[in-house]
């Protein structure tokens, strides 16, 4: 979609979606300011790479992960690599999430990129596979039947059953308690019989699992059972959450990875509470490769973006202002319109947060760090988690601040608490 001329288009252009199509990225994608970009670190080690390593993709919901891993689909060798790039919000139930349904899932996607690439699949190989995931699942030949003559895949049928019934669910994690390694044996089966087959090198990229509905559900994916993540016998890119980087148990796990790449937020602000010029030119940028500047009153750029630091808060309250201008039969966005949304999205926080979390983020407000105080702590997690605060880095290193956009809150939490 081209720059929008109008209030029209402009609550259309602001949408707080990932870029995912050439079309997109070539209208409204901004490169990050730094040497060296996440996207190109990531393709530098996947093509450097001797053996199949497994990464971490670190950032917070939002900070535009998924648009980064759009491209590096992009960018990889399509006569080196295959890539499976999959989110597990299409394919999983995230409010019912467990570890033994995501390696089901992993399964039946790389068992689907045979179908999708032609290529031959062993047909010994093939047949156990199925079998097996039909035992797991306990599906009839009446439902394959049936959802075949649909015109879905033998791994869309078992996903689809997978994410909407609780009772397949409860029937694979009965099973696979006591066999996860012969899932996973066969995952590798199909991996290497794939990458033999075709000539090429599989990437998996597994996206947004740092939007899983509960903290905990993390922590059991990543630090009970993050030796099972190392399994694959291919590449494996895993998204994780940042909250969980405040973890005692982090610096553990992730030195069993061949690498933790982290896609920050880019400040507003430095640590002692100056101007960042190189912050700000990046979320302007954003705006003004959405949006003809001529739509905007006097200061509503240096608002919205001075009031925000987080990419995906920034999109919305410019969305949310062009809605409000073109209610008031405005033909621009005025600094009021842009005050109007940030005080909506200010008050849902303020009611949402306890005083134990207040007293956190002011905490974090006047010392620039987040700590927990001690193992069994969650309130950083929480507030991370949540992005009420947010860790940045420049060129004088990282610090964490709580969200931009609630600092007109600070002085009354003070005298209240």
């Known amino acids: 979609?081209?720059?929008?001329?109008?209030?029209?288009?402009?609550?259309?252009?602001?949408?707080?979606?990932?870029?995912?199509?050439?079309?997109?990225?070539?209208?409204?994608y901004v490169q990050r300011p730094g040497s060296v970009s996440p996207m190109q670190d990531l393709l530098d080690r996947i093509d450097l790479a001797s053996r199949r390593e497994k990464y971490l993709f670190l950032g917070f919901?939002?900070?535009?992960?998924?648009?980064?891993?759009?491209?590096?689909?992009?960018?990889?060798?399509?006569?080196?690599?295959?890539?499976?790039?999959?989110?597990?919000?299409?394919?999983?139930n995230l409010s019912d999430f467990d570890f033994r349904d995501f390696f089901v899932s992993m399964a039946l996607k790389v068992y689907d990129i045979a179908r999708v690439e032609g290529v031959p699949l062993n047909p010994d190989i093939e047949e156990d596979f199925k079998d097996f995931t039909r035992r797991i699942t306990s599906i009839t030949e009446e439902e394959v039947t049936s959802q075949s003559s649909a015109g879905l895949s033998w791994s869309q049928i078992l996903t689809l059953k997978l994410s909407r019934e609780a009772k397949?669910?409860?029937?694979?994690?009965?099973?696979?308690?006591?066999?996860i390694s012969d899932l996973i044996q066969r995952l590798n089966?199909?991996?290497?019989?794939?990458?033999?087959?075709?000539?090429?090198?599989?990437?998996?990229?597994?996206?947004?699992?740092?939007?899983?509905?509960?903290?905990?559900?993390?922590?059991?994916?990543?630090?009970?059972?993050?030796?099972?993540?190392?399994?694959?016998?291919?590449?494996?890119?895993?998204?994780?959450?940042?909250?969980?980087?405040?973890?005692?148990?982090?610096?553990?796990?992730?030195?069993?990875?061949?690498?933790?790449?982290?896609?920050?937020?880019?400040?507003?602000?430095?640590?002692?509470?100056?101007?960042?010029?190189?912050?700000?030119?990046?979320?302007?940028?954003?705006?003004?490769?959405?949006?003809?500047?001529?739509?905007?009153?006097?200061?509503?750029?240096?608002?919205?973006?001075?009031s925000t630091g987080k990419l995906s808060e920034l999109v919305e309250v410019m969305k949310e202002a062009s809605l409000g201008a073109h209610r008031k039969g405005q033909e621009r966005i005025s600094k009021g319109d842009v005050a109007s949304a940030l005080d909506k999205l200010r008050m849902t926080f303020d009611r949402t947060l306890t005083q134990a979390h207040k007293k956190k983020l002011l905490e974090i407000n006047s010392c620039k760090e987040a700590r927990e105080e001690g193992p069994d702590s969650v309130l950083t997690r929480e507030l991370l988690f949540s992005l009420t605060a947010v860790e940045y880095q420049d060129e004088e290193g990282r610090w964490c601040e709580i969200d931009p956009m609630l600092l007109p809150l600070v002085e009354k939490w003070r005298q209240l608490l």
């Not at 252009?13 to 990932?18: L, M, T």
């Open 168 to 179: 397949t669910r409860e029937c694979v994690r009965k099973v696979l308690d006591q066999k």
């Open 61 to 92: 919901r939002g900070s535009g992960k998924s648009t980064e891993l759009y491209r590096l689909e992009e960018a990889l060798d399509k006569n080196r690599f295959l890539v499976a790039n999959y989110s597990i919000r299409d394919d999983l």
């Open 189 to 306: 089966w199909l991996i290497v019989d794939i990458e033999d087959k075709s000539g090429k090198q599989l990437v998996i990229i597994v996206d947004d699992l740092d939007k899983l509905a509960r903290g905990q559900q993390s922590e059991d994916l990543f630090y009970k059972n993050y030796q099972l993540l190392l399994e694959p016998s291919c590449y494996v890119i895993y998204t994780f959450p940042i909250p969980l980087a405040f973890h005692p148990q982090y610096e553990n796990v992730r030195h069993a990875f061949d690498g933790d790449v982290i896609l920050l937020q880019m400040p507003v602000k430095k640590r002692n509470g100056e101007l960042h010029e190189v912050g700000r030119g990046f979320y302007q940028n954003v705006i003004s490769r959405r949006i003809d500047l001529a739509l905007l009153e006097d200061g509503v750029l240096d608002l919205a973006v001075d």
């Open 1 to 28: 979609m081209p720059r929008a001329k109008d209030l029209r288009e402009a609550y259309n252009n602001f949408y707080v979606e990932p870029l995912r199509d050439d079309q997109e990225i070539a209208d409204f």
